[in-house]
Nanobody, 123 residues
Framework: QVHLVESGGGLVQAGGSLRLSCAAS????????MGWFRQAPGKEREFVAG????????AYTDAVKGRFTISRDNAKNTVYLQMNSLKAEDTAVYYC????????????????WGQGTQVTVSS
């Protein structure tokens, strides 16, 4: 059975940084894309960032380009999201997802989802 455990969320002031981690267990995902999505109160879940299995391809939503960096460690079956220059509009529950084949930005491509971690940015 696959489990995804997210960590690293919390409360931070605008302009600050956080690093989210998501560790997968139960199977290896080195051949599959891993990604991060977020959902703010009253809004639909949206794509944030994705990374291909070998780490050679990444994708970001325009709102986070230049501020967020996604990476992965296949030896640890873990994906990371380094978030810098955080803004109040980044406040949301962040979900990691694993198992995508090609379209890293499409939620339906992912097979497994984490439980979410809250990120709150105070202005």
């Amino acid at each position: 059975q696959v489990h995804l455990v997210e960590s690293g969320g919390g409360l931070v002031q605008a302009g600050g940084s956080l690093r989210l981690s998501c560790a997968a267990s139960g199977r290896t995902f080195s051949s599959y894309g891993m990604g991060w999505f977020r959902q703010a109160p009253g809004k639909e879940r949206e794509f944030v960032a994705g990374i291909a299995g070998d780490g050679g391809r990444t994708a970001y939503t325009d709102a986070v380009k230049g501020r967020f960096t996604i990476s992965r460690d296949n030896a640890k079956n873990t994906v990371y999201l380094q978030m810098n220059s955080l803004k109040a509009e980044d406040t949301a529950v962040y979900y990691c997802a694993v198992g995508a084949m090609w379209r890293l930005w499409v939620a339906q491509e992912y097979q497994y989802w984490g439980q979410g971690t809250q990120v709150t940015v105070s202005s």
